[in-house]
């Protein structure tokens, strides 16, 4: 991985992860969208980046730096979960089928969604701007710390 692709792969991530909360807005504002955002931190675009064992994003930014956007996106997924919840059944295995069919959730669950979301935006906002810490201390590395 060279540095360039590097700073282009933490350039995605910060954008998957946008784009999720942008579905994530649109559902609660009643709108379908596609392509629903996946329920398992490991399979989201921005998981599948920061798991993926060919990045070597451990060893290039180091490990507190590594281990502080795991821990956020971790978080990320807790609260995010709590709104999945709301919205499918246990029983059911489609994503967001509750929410699609907007007569089966009551507007308390609505609400209790919403102020869920502030949480989410949060978290987001903190993620973010470790992303972008990384994208400076990526920056800042000698090329030859990449492989």
């Known amino acids: ?50 798991y993926s064992d060919d990045n070597h994003m451990r060893t290039i930014l180091g490990e507190l730096f590594y281990l ?27 994503f967001f089928s509750k929410l699609l069919n907007s007569s089966s959730i009551s507007p308390l669950d609505l609400d209790k969604a919403k102020l869920y979301f502030l949480e989410l935006e949060a978290t987001t906002k903190e993620l973010l701007v470790n992303l972008e810490k990384s994208e400076r201390r990526l920056s800042a590395l000698n090329p030859s710390k990449f492989h």
């Open 1 to 50: 991985m060279t540095k360039e692709q590097a700073l282009e792969d933490v350039a995605k991530a910060k954008y998957a992860l946008e784009v999720q909360m942008t579905k994530l807005e649109d559902l609660l504002g009643g709108l379908d969208v596609p392509n629903p955002i996946a329920a398992a931190k490991e399979k989201c675009e921005f998981g599948k980046w920061l």
């Open 68 to 94: 502080r956007l795991e821990e956020l996106h971790k978080q990320w997924f807790v609260e995010y979960m709590k709104i999945f919840d709301m919205f499918v059944h246990e029983d059911e295995k489609t």
